[in-house]
């Protein structure tokens, strides 16, 4: 069997003026979904656009324009939906939720309140090897984007960019399943890796591809299990939400300052007012948007202009067929096949792009070899510089013709090191390199036992020490591969050293 | 279900419909014969009758995931009664 045994973390503790709390946080994630050209209209979702280039009178809301939906979008929403392993509905249907902001330019949102295209499913959120959290989906549904607003272009105005009006948004429920704000960024953190492995969410948080609202709430130690048996909500806080986050930073910080306020106001005896709020990252503050509230009001309704959705299972089963390997599929098969640690096995598949470079060096190699060159030098060479792999000097090929040189005893490690620094630095064939620099490593015991008997003739004192204490026996190994150049294999080494010191 | 003045006024606001106070009570009266027949039609036993979407047996009609509009800034702006740098200018609006 694949998969790894876990065991739930233990929910954070706040210890208020009286006595301790506990955390329950349910997400809403946004994320963007990674077509061409927008939900309903046939202008691009290109970021970064000169501004209003990428609207088509749909998205501008211009009278008689009527919306057709994308089936890309559909197709990487179910993609999402299956990689979450969640219920995909055949038929879903969209609704307008109605409310009033420059940005929407149609006044209302097209959105799927009643019947979403992803229905149940779940994600599993690493903490540490051998703890995570189960989270349960509640649903995904597809919906548009909103515009872009502008406030600090010009004192008085506001600039309104609908470059991202429409543009085809996944909107992802989870249950309050989250205990914890480590565990609430690690949880979107999750959502990312595996949309990104999906390719139906490029996960941008800087660009706004992916933003969290965040529901918190907290509950004294035990009502949160009287909750689990029941899943009757009235054991749990009043919950606020906190609007549109997009800093697994802010997120963390945003749920632990939210929740002492929580704690402050109960044991003070107040009582918490279900309301929107915001983090204010400056201030180190949440505060109400009283504004949202009155706008609660949405008033859905089915939306006039598109029929329901109805797709075929034929088309859910093609999408499933192609699905890739998803993370912990991959992780577990790595420790696996390669024999590594779960933390190894955790870092080389925290990306995809990771996790196919990983692979490809040691294909036919060394798995555990690759693992250690590709987590230790590589990745530490290229944080150095700030570069991703994708912009890594050194290509897969290059490292694994690095690895081959080692396994076949060619070059020491410490040699090995020295050559990954020139392909990084001055790039080419790593065997041509060795034998052009005579970087080769010394396997001929003839030449060892020569230098190992000068550094013996030479130092006469050091060969009585090393009788008494044979630990000295290693400071004759660092000058014969001194003398070397570092090229002596270190195994024969030691060997001869030992045998000459007669030790 | 019945519609009082104050009902209609909230409507109203949140459809950014200005209405005059004397002539809410009209409206909310208007409001009423118009849930009255809803109230009506919900005499009528609909378990386990599919709601019609539409009265032609119609697929929802789908695009291919292609960009096929946009750049047409001008055409966009062309109704705002500001605009600036390509942006709509419209009175501040700050959270």
Same mark, same amino acid.
Request: aromatic letters at 6%; one cysteine or more; a negative charge.
């Given at each position: 069997?694949?998969?790894?045994?876990?065991?739930?973390?233990?929910?954070?503790?706040?210890?208020?003026?009286?006595?301790?709390?506990?955390? %329950?946080?349910?997400?809403?994630?946004?994320?963007?979904?990674?077509?061409?050209?927008?939900? @309903?209209?046939?202008?691009?979702?290109?970021?970064?656009?000169?501004?209003?280039?990428?609207?088509?009178?749909?998205?501008?809301?211009?009278?008689?324009?009527?919306?057709?939906?994308?089936?890309?979008?559909? &197709?990487?929403?179910?993609?999402?939906?299956?990689?979450?392993?969640?219920?995909?509905?055949?038929?879903?249907?969209?609704?307008?939720?109605?409310?009033?902001?420059?940005?929407?330019?149609?006044?209302?949102?097209?959105?799927?309140?009643?019947?979403?295209? /992803?229905?149940?499913?779940? $994600?599993?959120?690493?903490?540490?090897?051998?703890?995570?959290?189960?989270?349960?989906?509640? *649903?995904?549904?597809?919906?548009?984007?909103?515009?872009?607003?502008?406030?600090?272009?010009?004192?008085?105005?506001?600039?309104?960019?609908?470059?991202?009006? !429409?543009?085809?948004?996944?909107?992802? %429920?989870?249950?309050?399943?989250?205990? !914890?704000?480590?565990?609430?960024?690690?949880? %979107?953190?999750?959502? *990312?890796?595996?949309?990104?492995?999906?390719?139906?969410?490029?996960?941008?948080?800087?660009?706004? #591809?992916?933003?969290?609202?965040?529901?918190?709430?907290?509950?004294?130690?035990?009502?949160?299990?009287?909750?689990?048996?029941?899943?009757? @909500?009235?054991?749990?806080?009043?919950?606020?939400?906190?609007?549109?986050?997009? +800093?697994?930073?802010?997120?963390?910080?945003?749920?632990?300052?939210?929740? *002492?306020?929580?704690?402050?106001?109960?044991?003070?005896?107040?009582?918490?007012?279900?309301?929107?709020?915001?983090?204010?990252?400056?201030?180190?503050?949440?505060?109400?948007?009283?504004?949202?509230?009155?706008?609660?009001?949405?008033?859905?309704?089915?939306?006039?202009?598109?029929?329901?959705?109805?797709?075929?299972?034929?088309?859910?089963?093609?999408?499933?067929?192609?699905?890739?390997?998803?993370?912990?599929?991959?992780?577990?098969? @790595?420790?696996?096949?390669?024999?590594?640690?779960?933390?190894?096995?955790?870092?080389?598949?925290?990306?995809?792009?990771?996790?196919?470079?990983?692979?490809?060096?040691?294909?036919?190699?060394?798995?555990?070899?690759?693992? #250690?060159?590709?987590?230790?030098?590589?990745?530490? *060479?290229?944080?150095?510089?700030?570069?991703?792999?994708?912009?890594?000097?050194?290509?897969?090929?290059?490292?694994?013709?690095?690895?081959?040189?080692?396994?076949?005893?060619?070059? +020491?490690?410490?040699? =090995?090191?020295?050559?990954?620094?020139?392909?990084? $630095?001055?790039?080419?064939?790593?065997?041509?390199?060795?034998?052009?620099?005579?970087?080769?490593?010394?396997?001929?015991?003839?030449?060892?036992?020569?230098?190992?008997?000068?550094?013996?003739?030479?130092?006469?004192?050091?060969?009585?020490?090393?009788?008494?204490?044979?630990?000295? &026996?290693?400071? @004759? /190994?660092?000058? %014969?591969?001194?003398?070397?150049?570092?090229? =002596?294999?270190? =195994?024969?080494?030691?060997?001869? /050293?030992?045998?000459?010191?007669?030790? | 279900?019945?519609?009082?003045?104050?009902?209609?006024?909230?409507?109203?606001?949140?459809?950014?419909?200005?209405?005059?106070?004397?002539?809410?009570?009209?409206?909310?009266?208007?409001?009423?014969?118009?849930?009255?027949?809803?109230?009506?039609?919900?005499?009528?036993?609909?378990?386990?009758?599919?709601?019609?979407?539409?009265?032609?047996?119609?697929?929802?009609?789908?695009?291919?995931?292609?960009?096929?509009?946009?750049?047409?800034?001008?055409?966009?702006?062309?109704?705002?009664?500001?605009?600036?740098?390509?942006?709509?200018?419209?009175?501040?609006?700050?959270?």
């Amino acid at each position: 069997m694949l998969d790894l045994t876990y065991e739930a973390p233990k929910p954070k503790v706040i210890q208020g003026a009286k006595h301790d709390w506990e955390l %329950v946080i349910g997400l809403e994630v946004h994320a963007q979904v990674a077509s061409r050209a927008k939900l @309903f209209s046939g202008a691009s979702t290109q970021f970064g656009a000169e501004p209003n280039s990428n609207v088509a009178f749909v998205d501008a809301g211009m009278p008689g324009m009527l919306p057709v939906i994308n089936e890309g979008c559909v &197709a990487l929403a179910v993609k999402t939906g299956l990689g979450l392993k969640a219920k995909i509905n055949l038929v879903s249907a969209f609704d307008r939720k109605n409310y009033f902001y420059p940005d929407l330019p149609q006044g209302y949102q097209i959105s799927q309140l009643y019947h979403p295209i /992803v229905g149940e499913g779940e $994600v599993l959120v690493d903490m540490a090897p051998g703890i995570a959290r189960l989270v349960r989906i509640e *649903r995904i549904h597809l919906e548009q984007d909103a515009g872009k607003s502008i406030h600090d272009m010009d004192p008085n105005m506001s600039f309104v960019d609908l470059n991202r009006t !429409g543009v085809a948004l996944m909107e992802i %429920v989870s249950r309050p399943d989250i205990r !914890g704000p480590e565990e609430a960024a690690a949880y %979107v953190g999750k959502l *990312r890796q595996i949309m990104r492995y999906l390719g139906t969410c490029d996960g941008n948080m800087q660009n706004g #591809n992916l933003r969290a609202d965040v529901n918190v709430s907290v509950c004294r130690p035990g009502d949160y299990e009287k909750y689990q048996e029941t899943q009757d @909500f009235s054991h749990l806080g009043t919950r606020c939400e906190i609007k549109n986050m997009n +800093s697994m930073r802010f997120i963390q910080q945003a749920i632990e300052v939210e929740a *002492r306020r929580q704690i402050a106001i109960l044991e003070d005896g107040g009582t918490v007012v279900q309301e929107t709020r915001l983090y204010d990252p400056d201030k180190g503050e949440t505060r109400s948007m009283r504004s949202k509230e009155e706008a609660h009001d949405y008033r859905y309704f089915p939306c006039p202009d598109l029929l329901p959705l109805e797709i075929e299972q034929d088309f859910v089963d093609g999408i499933a067929a192609g699905l890739p390997e998803l993370p912990d599929e991959k992780k577990a098969r @790595f420790v696996l096949d390669y024999g590594m640690t779960e933390y190894d096995a955790g870092v080389l598949t925290a990306d995809v792009e990771n996790a196919v470079y990983f692979e490809e060096v040691a294909r036919g190699r060394d798995g555990k070899l690759a693992a #250690n060159w590709v987590i230790n030098e590589l990745f530490g *060479r290229l944080k150095k510089d700030e570069k991703t792999i994708g912009e890594s000097p050194v290509s897969p090929q290059q490292l694994g013709g690095i690895i081959e040189l080692i396994g076949k005893g060619d070059i +020491s490690g410490k040699i =090995a090191k020295d050559l990954f620094e020139i392909v990084y $630095v001055e790039g080419g064939d790593p065997a041509e390199i060795v034998e052009s620099r005579g970087m080769r490593q010394v396997t001929d015991t003839g030449a060892i036992e020569a230098a190992v008997d000068q550094i013996i003739a030479d130092n006469p004192a050091q060969v009585e020490k090393a009788k008494v204490n044979p630990k000295l &026996a290693g400071w @004759f /190994v660092g000058q %014969v591969m001194k003398a070397t150049g570092g090229k =002596a294999n270190p =195994a024969a080494v030691n060997q001869i /050293v030992a045998a000459k010191l007669g030790l | 279900m019945s519609i009082d003045t104050e009902t209609a006024a909230r409507v109203a606001k949140l459809a950014r419909i200005k209405v005059e106070p004397a002539d809410l009570p009209a409206l909310a009266s208007e409001f009423n014969t118009i849930l009255g027949f809803i109230e009506q039609l919900n005499e009528v036993d609909v378990e386990g009758v599919e709601p019609m979407t539409g009265v032609t047996p119609m697929r929802l009609k789908r695009r291919e995931d292609v960009v096929t509009d946009g750049n047409q800034q001008k055409a966009v702006l062309a109704n705002a009664p500001d605009a600036r740098e390509g942006f709509f200018a419209v009175p501040k609006v700050v959270e």
